[in-house]
């Protein structure tokens, strides 16, 4: 098995993320790595195909405050040093490879939904960041 140096923990703030987290926190505690964590909002605009008759701004910025709060208060019940705590906007795959080589990251550990066929082993989110990422991926199977 790889040492591992910096882990990254990708988390979506749902209930299924304790699992992801008791994970990366076991796999930090072992290799005596920094952890770090990240969260991606997705624009609203893009979610919602810029049609929405209200100040985006100002709801893009609730969620955020939201989710740095939440991220936040699992960052400091972890019961491990979490390094950063870092909430990105964005596409998901996208702004978790960038931070993930900022941080020099050798592991991403994310969670997955098992299904069928190929996304028996990814779920969408899942599978944009295992292409393209530059270090060792670890799916944390969640659902069951």
Sequence with gaps: MSHYNRILVAIDLSEESGVVLERAKL??????AELNLI????????????????DIADIQTQIEN??????????TSLGYPVNKAIVATGNTGSEIHAVAKDLKTDLIVIGSHGRHGLSLLLGST???VLHGAECDILAVRLGH
């Design 27 to 32: 796999l930090a505690e072992q290799n005596q």
């Design 39 to 54: 969260h991606v909002v997705e624009i609203v605009s893009y979610a919602y195909g810029g049609e929405i008759p209200v």
């Design 66 to 75: 939201h989710a740095e709060s939440k991220l936040s208060a699992l960052a």
């Design 126 to 128: 899942s599978n944009g």
